[in-house]
């Protein structure tokens, strides 16, 4: 884990997605709803307190505490589909070099180049039955303590596929 305050960690921003639509409603067996523009992109605006301009949910109320969703590479269940990636988990933002799950309570910032952009983390981003829908039986099991955290974007920024200095800002005062 990565002392507050210290000098910030090199990670790699692997994937970003913004996905205007929820493509996981119903039940699983009759399939994701269709995603025409597939949500994977270079680079994304974050807005504070709102989310991802673009993403299914910006400036929902009832999504403000999860608007951004950041998970780490190395918890993929590539042992299951080698292929997984944010097309099928569904998170925002994919991190190489960081255990972004143990962030929890923590606020922390993300610098791809145009400066940084803070998050709080908020809470665990649990793993539902769609998982192993679209990736293969046992993804949803596989994933249960490391699907990635659900954040509140506390900064306007822009973040980039490519390296980024990671930050730990400190623990989260109670709100």
Not at 88 to 106: C, E, H, K, M, S
Not at 113 to 130: M, S, T
Request: proline content about 9%; overall charge positive.
């Amino acid at each position: 884990m990565i002392s507050p305050g210290s000098a910030p960690d090199e990670v790699q921003v692997v994937q970003l997605l913004v996905s205007p639509v929820h493509r996981f409603s119903g039940r699983p067996a009759r399939g994701p709803s269709p995603d025409p523009d597939g949500g994977l992109v270079r680079q994304i605006q974050v807005r504070r307190q709102l989310g991802i301009v673009g993403d299914r949910y910006y400036a929902r109320p009832a999504h403000r505490d999860a608007a951004v969703t950041l998970m780490a590479e190395e918890n993929l269940p590539t042992g299951i589909d080698p292929a997984v990636d944010l097309r099928q988990t569904r998170r925002n933002v994919l991190l190489r070099g960081v255990d972004i799950d143990a962030y929890i309570g923590w606020d922390v910032e993300l610098d791809t180049g145009d400066g940084p952009v803070a998050f709080a983390v908020n809470r665990a981003a649990r793993p539902c039955a769609w998982m192993d829908a679209v990736i293969g039986p046992g993804a949803q099991r596989a994933l249960r303590g490391k699907g990635g955290v659900r954040c509140t974007p506390l900064s306007d920024g822009v973040l980039r596929v490519g390296g980024a200095g990671f930050r730990v800002i400190g623990p989260r005062e109670r709100r």
